[in-house]
């Protein structure tokens, strides 16, 4: 087989395996994220405050346009921080102060363990 091919066939397969990983993802609508905090969810689902917070902290919120454009670059992520989309789909509508807290809760729930990053 050459390279060429083995190449392409590695590159279907992660963009298979990403779309699998990814199945489910509801494109309609803007995604919002906690700026002190790991929740994540549709605006429809955040307070309704002026300008529209976390439901649990009251954290302000940042956005995408898209829950495409919310998990854009989230493959790349995945290769060095294994299990970071996992998490990050259970994550949707939890509010946590540290991605390490949300990783302690997702343990105990999932059994399933994610490396956070030291700062993280
Ligand atoms: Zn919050």
Request: proline share 3%; hydrophobic share 40%.
């Amino acid at each position: 087989m050459s390279n060429a091919i083995r190449k392409a066939k590695r590159y279907a397969e992660r963009h298979r395996s990403l779309k699998a990983r990814l199945r489910g993802i509801d494109n309609r609508g803007i995604i919002v994220y906690g700026a002190g905090c790991v929740w994540w969810d549709v605006i429809e689902n955040a307070a309704r405050t002026r300008p529209p917070s976390c439901p649990f902290c009251g954290s302000v919120l940042f956005q995408f346009d898209s829950e495409r454009a919310f998990w854009f670059g989230s493959e790349a992520y995945e290769q060095t921080h294994p299990g970071y989309i996992a998490l990050t789909k259970w994550l949707k509508g939890k509010c946590f102060k540290t991605m390490k807290d949300a990783a302690v809760a997702y343990e105990l729930e999932t059994g399933i363990h994610y490396e956070t990053e030291a700062t993280a």
